[in-house]
């Protein structure tokens, strides 16, 4: 079974993962986390260092490269792996990046989406951007602004794709999000035979 997770910086993605492969394997799953990242927080971390600013069209281009080489590589990796999957992004994510800068779609990413093998469930992380931008500011790894994380979850809404996803209430504490991630893939786990 394959699990995509998206959503904004700072709604508990990559905690969610981590949580769901561990519960997996604590009973008796086989369960594989793959991380899509971009590159984004090392290129907004740099930026930010050497007071660079960044032509949106520029960091876009660096993310998307390295996002499609990771998502490959975890298709790679996930196409013989007997259990659960759980992807921590995919391409989706650097869809909803260009559209909050401004940038279209292109060509190549929808072409990928449409080849690569689809998610059995592709879950949204809903969350306030006010709440994402404390635990963005709390972890103290990287930068968003407000503004920023509301224009970047309005470009996830805005997707065509949005209509898919399964969206998941992200506000709570990461048990309370762990709970309901696994009710969504209890309900759409096919009942053995």
């Known amino acids: 079974m394959l699990i995509v997770l998206t959503g904004i910086d700072g709604s508990?993605?990559?905690?969610?993962?981590?949580?769901?492969?561990?519960?997996?394997?604590a009973g008796g799953r086989?369960?594989?986390?793959?991380?899509?990242?971009?590159?984004?927080?090392?290129?907004?971390?740099?930026?930010e260092r050497f007071g660079w600013d960044l032509p949106p069209r520029f960091a876009d281009f660096i993310e998307t490269i390295v996002r499609l080489a990771t998502v490959l590589f975890s298709h790679a990796r996930a196409q013989n792996f007997d259990g659960l999957v759980v992807m921590d992004r995919h391409l989706h994510c650097q869809l909803a990046l260009r559209q909050a800068s401004g940038l279209d779609r292109g060509r190549l990413i929808?072409?990928?989406?449409?080849?690569?093998?689809?998610?059995?469930?592709?879950?949204?992380?809903?969350?306030d951007p006010r709440v994402a931008h404390e635990r963005v500011m709390a972890?103290?790894?990287?930068?968003e602004s407000l503004a920023d994380l509301q224009?970047?979850?309005?470009?996830?809404?805005?997707l065509p794709e949005f209509g898919d996803f399964v969206v998941v209430d992200a506000n709570g504490t990461p048990d309370e999000v762990l709970a309901?991630?696994?009710?969504?893939?209890?309900?759409?786990?096919?009942i053995p035979a």
């Open 12 to 25: 508990g993605k990559t905690t969610a993962a981590r949580a769901l492969v561990d519960s997996a394997r």
């Open 139 to 143: 972890r103290g790894t990287d930068k």
């Open 151 to 158: 224009a970047f979850r309005a470009a996830y809404r805005s």
């Open 110 to 127: 929808p072409w990928l989406l449409e080849k690569l093998p689809a998610a059995d469930v592709m879950v949204h992380f809903a969350v």
């Open 30 to 47: 086989n369960a594989l986390l793959l991380s899509n990242h971009a590159a984004r927080k090392r290129l907004s971390l740099l930026s």
């Open 180 to 190: 309901e991630l696994n009710r969504v893939i209890a309900a759409t786990e096919p």
